[in-house]
């Protein structure tokens, strides 16, 4: 390969001179090609029938929708097509109800691609080179098949299943006390049903110490204003309709949400979302006691995918992707405790990946809504979803009972 000639202009790579910008451009051009096939009623988990949906070769459908559906965007984005078929593309879509600007967004999304790669690199090749020294994703999926046929086992034992089911930690300084830390969560079960007609516990909220210890701590529902004190933190606009009956059940380590008998299968299918900011506020810095600041979602309903994700505000600095734990909650005790856990960490073949700072990074194809979700959530608190780096671990058919952890390590107090 001919070496640039340095006495030639060289193009302004700046601009892309981070992984965050490659992120952030290739959660763009996702975010439009979801918007545009959403709008033509396909549903885009399905290859083989949207391909023949929009009568579309059957590769070409398989690029498209790897590059939306993979929670690994960079692994995916070496998939993305050519311009031709992207052009071929958005005029079917266009065709089958997708509006103009819609399309327009996609083409546009992809001119920001191309320049990306002649800006940062000159050429395909070698952007794929360098994503491939980037990839996030841990491969390793032996256990999938295994976990699928638990799946449908654990569904028929207890008589319930979930498509999605997840949990979203904001962790920010407070304001007020600058040595702490303010933590808002978002939480729920998405496509629920019951196989029987059985009551179910769908969120649970609880906090330890890093000696194990049972935290005392408040969970305030984020609603409007005039929300009655003690209900559950439903956020009812982004719930099923009507909203699902639900109550609150406090325990010895927290609290957890029930959702009541109602009807079998379709016929009570139900989706609940939860949102609580949690005080006290945790410890900021590293303390003889406390070496780690960490999210957990408790695994006890059977569900064909879960997602945690923490979210850093950028004054809190820069980290590493979090450790990610996978552990037994059948032969062990509730809780957490670092030194512990590791004793009852179960095989897991996926690590966290880096989602950037963009709000449609934290786009899901099992939950269309959840960007939205979040931003409003957010909202609420006056915070801004550009001022957090977003981790997240995902995992299919996960086993049940256990519980998914993301921690960072907690720096020490800079000297005075």
């Known amino acids: 390969m001919a070496s640039a000639d340095p006495r030639e202009p060289q193009p302004e790579s700046s601009e892309f001179g981070s992984q965050d910008d490659i992120l952030n451009v290739l959660y763009h051009l996702r975010d439009a090609l979801t918007a545009m096939l959403s709008a033509t009623g396909v549903d885009i988990t399905k290859t083989r029938a949207t391909a ?14 790897h590059v939306m559906n993979s929670p690994d965007i960079l692994s995916a984005s070496r998939a993305i097509p050519s311009r031709a078929k992207f052009e071929k593309l958005c005029e079917v879509c266009q065709g089958r109800g997708a509006s103009r600007a819609t399309a327009d967004r996609v083409i546009e999304s992809l001119d920001l691609f191309e320049r990306m790669i002649e800006v940062s690199l000159g050429n395909r090749e070698d952007f794929e080179t360098m994503l491939a020294s980037l990839e996030q994703e841990d491969v390793t999926t032996r256990q999938e098949p295994t976990r699928k046929l638990a799946f449908h086992c654990n569904s028929t034992i207890w008589g319930v299943q979930s498509k999605l089911n997840f949990k979203a930690c904001f962790t920010a300084p407070s304001l007020t006390e600058p040595d702490k830390l303010e933590v808002m969560q978002v939480s729920g079960l998405v496509g629920f049903r019951r196989l029987r007609p059985v009551s179910w516990p769908l969120s649970s909220s609880h906090a330890y110490s890093d000696t194990g210890e049972t935290l005392e701590l408040n969970y305030d529902p984020i609603r409007d204003a005039d929300g009655d004190e003690g209900e559950p933190s439903l956020l009812t606009e982004f719930c099923s309709q009507p909203p699902p009956v639900i109550n609150r059940v406090t325990t010895s380590y927290g609290h957890f949400y029930e959702l009541a008998r109602g009807p079998i299968g379709n016929a009570g299918l139900c989706t609940c979302i939860f949102a609580e900011r949690v005080t006290p506020r945790f410890e900021r810095y590293r303390t ?70 963009s709000a ?46 993301l921690r960072i390590p907690l720096k020490w107090k800079p000297e005075a």
């Open 360 to 405: 449609s990074g934290t786009a899901t194809p099992q939950f269309p809504l959840y960007p939205k979700v979040l931003s409003d959530v957010l909202k609420s608190m006056g915070w801004k979803h550009e001022d957090f780096d977003g981790f997240r671990l995902s995992l299919k058919y996960p086993p049940v009972p256990s519980a998914l952890v």
């Open 52 to 65: 023949r949906e929009l009568n579309l070769d059957r590769n070409l459908v398989w690029q498209v929708t």
């Open 288 to 357: 003889t006691r406390e070496e780690f600041h960490a999210t957990m979602i408790d695994l006890i309903t059977p569900s064909e995918h879960t997602i945690l994700d923490l979210f850093l505000h950028h004054d809190l600095g820069d980290f590493d992707p979090p450790e990610a734990m996978l552990l037994d909650r059948l032969s062990a005790a509730r809780g957490y405790n670092p030194e512990l856990d590791a004793k009852y960490q179960l095989p897991m073949s996926v690590n966290a990946i880096r989602l950037g700072s």
